[in-house]
């Protein structure tokens, strides 16, 4: 949706293919945490109207270990860049309201989307969909469409490379209506295993647990889930969560994942169709707005001038971007999670690097740069 907009803005006729209607894709709960980079982008295409309204600007963020927190003043270590929580489906919503009012042509309930002739001039999309089957063709295709989308599998496999971590542990979350715990984010490795304190507004939270891949949501009473956090979350902070009903809770797996390259022909693949990170450096959605801002200058400069240069760089141009999210969201969860064969030794190389970044402004400064977004 950010690239149909980032076309129709220059003015190059573009058409969003969706699977699912309106309704699932701004009611599935995703990511939290804006870039100022995907901030910025929402300003250029004039869509920020709520956003900069309601979206909650944090100037810091924090570690905790067993209970002791450790204040990461993100923007004075990064010359006043910050990043901004505000929900991904608030980001859907503002994304379909001004396709309404600005003619962005989306295709709703498109099943069994195939990708033809991918790697000649003329490649073409069919689909089915209301009015049953359809066909496009098209100068290029964008494979925005997720880990388990059609068009990663349109590239043959002797031109892919695939790179892959399953983490031995997932992530239970919850939302509930009740006020954060504090005005930022904590990130709290325990020696039960790693926690979470996000938001969505000043009346809504939202809370993480690690917890295990063979566990059951109807193990997980909201008790439990509270009387765990505040475990984990240590005795200071846990004085000050205000408990109550959850309306979601799911369990969701953690995977790193590149597949390179980004194109093939005339594909391009943009967001979890080509990568996905572990959440715990919030990069998800932004590497998907980061992607799709090289691709509409790449298309732009094309239709603009004819050169192909912007289009031929993207792949090698968005990967060095992914793969340098790919290592900070690997790395922070090596350091707040507790994994299954940690030994004494593991145990304590964590304790030390969180030790060791609560007293150098240069661990907390690299910490910060990458937590805000490196620059496109
Ligand atoms: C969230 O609020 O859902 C959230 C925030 C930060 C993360 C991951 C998820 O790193």
């Known amino acids: 949706m950010f690239l149909a907009h980032l076309l129709n803005q220059a003015g190059i006729e573009a058409v969003v293919v969706e699977r699912k209607d309106r309704e699932y894709v701004e009611g599935r709960v995703r990511a939290g945490v804006l870039e100022q980079v995907t901030v910025d982008l929402m300003r250029r295409l004039s869509i920020s109207g709520r956003l900069d309204e309601i979206g909650l600007v944090h100037t810091g963020t924090n570690l905790s270990l067993d209970g002791r927190m450790i204040h990461i003043d ?18 859907m919503k503002d994304l379909f309201d001004a396709a309404e009012k600005r003619d962005v042509r989306v295709v709703w309930n498109a099943s069994d989307v195939t990708i033809q002739d991918a790697d000649s001039a003329r490649p073409n999309l069919a689909w089915h969909g209301e009015n049953g089957a359809e066909r496009l063709e098209c100068d290029f295709i ?14 043959p496999p002797r031109v892919q490379k695939t790179f892959e971590r399953v983490y031995p542990f997932g992530w239970l979350g919850i939302l509930a209506d009740v006020p954060p715990v504090d005005h ?5 490795n325990h020696e039960r295993g790693f926690a979470l304190a996000s938001m969505r507004s000043p009346t809504r939270s939202r809370y993480y647990l690690q917890c295990g891949l063979d566990e059951e949501l109807a193990d997980w009473s909201d008790e439990r889930f509270w009387d765990e956090l505040a475990i984990r979350l240590g005795p200071d902070v846990a004085a000050r969560l205000t408990r109550g009903p959850s309306f979601e809770k799911s369990i969701a797996p953690l995977r790193s994942f590149v597949s390179e390259p980004m194109r093939w022909g005339r594909l391009f693949l943009a967001g979890d169709a080509a990568h996905i990170v572990p959440p715990t450096g919030a990069k998800g959605m932004n590497l998907a707005v980061s992607d799709v801002t090289m691709l509409g200058e790449a298309f732009e400069e ?7 240069s912007g289009i031929d760089g993207y792949s090698s141009r968005a990967l060095a971007r992914v793969w340098k999210a790919e290592r ?3 790395w922070f969860t090596s350091l707040t999670h507790r994994f299954p064969n940690m030994d004494g030794f593991d145990r304590r190389i964590q304790m030390a690097e969180i030790d060791y970044i609560s007293g150098s402004a240069a661990a907390q400064r690299a910490l910060a740069e990458n937590y805000v977004g490196l620059p496109l």
Do not use: K, P
């Not at 270590?77 to 910050?82: V, W």
């Not at 930022?184 to 709290?188: G, M």
């Open 302 to 308: 094309f239709y603009r001038s004819g050169s192909t």
């Open 328 to 330: 900070f969201s690997w």
């Open 142 to 155: 964008v494979g925005c469409d997720g880990f388990h989308g059609v068009s990663r599998s349109a590239i």
């Open 74 to 91: 993100m923007a004075s270590l990064t010359g006043g860049s910050t990043v901004t929580v505000y929900g991904q489906q608030e980001v």
């Open 184 to 188: 930022e984010l904590i990130y709290a």
